[in-house]
Nanobody, 122 residues
Framework: QVQLVESGGGLVQAGDSLRLSCAAS????????MGWFRQAPGNERDFVAF????????YYEDSVKGRFTISMDNGKNTVYLQMSSLRPEDTATYYC???????????????WGQGTQVTVSS
């Protein structure tokens, strides 16, 4: 099993940047595809980005392309989500997840962190 802990959320203004971190323990993240998802109140949990194991292929949801960057530091066993040009509609609880397969569906991921809140004011 792998345990995931997110951090780095906060309250920012539109246009600001934040970097979310997801620290793993138990197993190396190189064994997994790592994804970021977000969930606003009353909404489903939506895909944001993933980075594949091995070749590190990345994929982003359309609304965050060019603004968000997912990366992994194998030495620190941590995955990051660098968020720039934040918008009020980015407000949500952000979750990292580990899975075996590449995918945008939350069902493809077996392990989840507890989430970190990001609030973007206009």
């Amino acid at each position: 099993q792998v345990q995931l802990v997110e951090s780095g959320g906060g309250l920012v203004q539109a246009g600001d940047s934040l970097r979310l971190s997801c620290a793993a323990s138990g197993r190396t993240l190189r064994m997994y595809t790592m994804g970021w998802f977000r969930q606003a109140p009353g909404n489903e949990r939506d895909f944001v980005a993933f980075i594949g194991r091995g070749d590190g292929i990345t994929y982003y949801e359309d609304s965050v392309k060019g603004r968000f960057t997912i990366s992994m530091d194998n030495g620190k066993n941590t995955v990051y989500l660098q968020m720039s040009s934040l918008r009020p509609e980015d407000t949500a609880t952000y979750y990292c997840a580990a899975g075996t397969y590449l995918g945008r569906n939350p069902l493809a991921y077996s392990y989840w962190g507890q989430g970190t809140q990001v609030t973007v004011s206009s």
